[in-house]
């Protein structure tokens, strides 16, 4: 298995170099298999069932049957190789598995073999492949080397996604009984518990109940927390690590601020105590249906007017793009908001509105960057124009902070690259990758860090935040030097300490 | 005779094979809203956003400018090549067609140059080699092969256009007319027959798949616009 220690981090040169091609370069990365219990949890056999190649070969050509975009993306690629050098991944490994479509191909050529004229006459000709043993050990290592982060997706000329090929290839492997462990585990709990940390009420309300005195002491004035609280206003749902994580935390503190001072009351549940929503990375709609589902319950229990998201991404683009779809309709909710609203959207309209007196220069020890969350950037919008999502959290951090300097263009906006810790990735059992996928961001990262002396780097994201922490001083950086937009809003705040 | 039933049989399964394909994709569902964001907030914007793909290749341009320059000569080249065929299927001959005529050789011209550079960066790009199936080799021949006869008999080599132009009538009107004599013609009528045959069952399917490709042609609207399927079940509640 992966020890800790031995590989040997990236080093950043004075620019982000393509690799040569080096194969089997991450061939020994994979993470932890599910254990029975953590798969039957989710309505898949516990383990590797006998016939697997069978199953799996069905459940591919079900998945094409109900999915427009496999089936396009299956057919479509021509080779071209516009995205091979677009991952981060392969940025930082060089394992040709790891370039888009080479992933794609493992898949791909499965498909060819068992549902194209071409692939069961003239296999070799266009490259297709029996699902065998090796087959399915590749499937298991490489699509656990994607962050289901679409970039590639950016440049492929017909839009492939491979994030929606990765997707479908984890739902099979689950369906044979081969899961990934961390995943797994982490929906059952939510399944359970409401929340990916496993974390019961009475436990959440002490941890809440704690804050509220801490920020009482730090500032002086009662900001709440409030937890199942009916009739609130604005039921906010918010991925768990924001309850105890660095620099997460901070983030949750922002929220509240922002709240009390605009005079907007909220409130947290018990019941659907995360934004996170992990079925999304195994590709079952099943599962994100049924985690999404809580966060309807919640709002018709507590009563509320508006559903609000806190800084996470993949449960922005679940929530932004599929809520609607999955446990809609909301129409017992106010219709003069979106729903859901992003946090960075409600701070947004407060801030245009001047109803948040903020000054700046509280900040004025940062110089200060952002990193757009894959899944806002490119599965998602904030606002009512296209690319909202990239102009409102930088407003907002203008707002905040007086030493704003972007990133490289190519390595922001719809270019940005991943943390190198999204997609579920985001566990000890691929340290190694997440470090070297990290590579391309920390590359743009020293380059502005060169150029402006950026003391730190804000984002929206839960999973960003939690990578960035770790995989920062593996690059020589510090781990505090990412930081939650919130904080920066948080810090901003002006309270009169008597109100 | 014998390259008639040919040109027919190819048509044929051509027509029917990308029919197939075409229905499938437009009978598949779309359970999710998946476009690659930004994208258009409205159905214009998409069509906008479509045009550019299809006539601009935009993403492509994005992603890498040699790819981009040699993939938008050889498609260009191929659009204008085919229209100027059309001399031969009308009679007498549309204006415009005989208008873009002299532009042919050029459109030849700028096919071989954007397929072999295609064909170079796939032999030699690492990445690129990589990925490269036997097929993808072929079908780059392939098709420099029908550009190469065709300009071969442009510049020269000897092809009775009158007699051509009889066979092209011909096969319209479903009369199996003899065709002139001359290797090339032959070779060149063999050549788009095995593309045409081919088009169904092989990656020349991105052509009708670019405008079926959800990252692509979905509004950005869920949040306005509740987005149905009937693969995700619908709890459909009330408040
Ligand atoms: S979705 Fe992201 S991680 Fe996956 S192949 Fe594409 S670029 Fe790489
Ligand atoms: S960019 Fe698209 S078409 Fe080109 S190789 Fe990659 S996935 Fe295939």
Redesign the pocket.
Known sequence: MVKKADFEAPVLGDYTEVPAVTPGAMQHSQPYVAKPAHNEALGYPGELVDNWQEVAVNKLGELVKGSRALRV?LD?????????D?CHYFLGTGDPNN???AR?DLLRSVYRRHYTVAGKYLPKLVGAKDLDEEMLDNWYKYFHQCSQCRR?SV??????D?AEVSMAAREIMDTIGKGQKYCNEIIGKVHKLGNNLGLPEPALADTLEGLEEDVEEEINVAVKFPLDVKGAEVLLVTPSADFFAEPHIDGLIGYAKVFHQAGISWTLSSHASEAANFGLFIGSVDNMQKVAMRIREAALELGVKRIVFGECGHAWRVGYSFLNTLAGPFDFLDSNYPVPQHIVEVTHDLIEQGRLKMDASANDDKRVTFHDSCNVARASRMGAKSGGQFSLPRDVIKASCNHFFDMPADTIGEATFCCGGGGGLLTDDLVELRVKGAKPRMQALKDVHEQHRITHMAAICAICKSQFSKVLPYYGFEMDQIISVHQLVGDALVFNSDS | MIISVILYLAALVFVIGVGRKIYQYASTPAPLKIPTTPAPTTRGGVVLRMAREVVLFD??FK?SKPTWIFSWLFHAGLLVALLCHLRYFTDPVWGWVNLIAPLSKYAGIAMVVGLTGLLLRRIFVDRVKT?SAPSDYLMLMLIIGIAATGLLMRFGWHTDIIAVKQFALGLRSLQFESLPGGILVVLHLLLVAVLILIFPFSKLL?APGLFFSPSRNQVDNPRERRHVTRLVKDHGQKS
């Open positions: 993306y479509s690629c021509v080779k071209c190789g516009a995205c091979t677009k370039m888009p479509v794609q590639c440049y492929c000329p017909y839009g492939i491979t | 993403s492509l992603a990925i991105h």
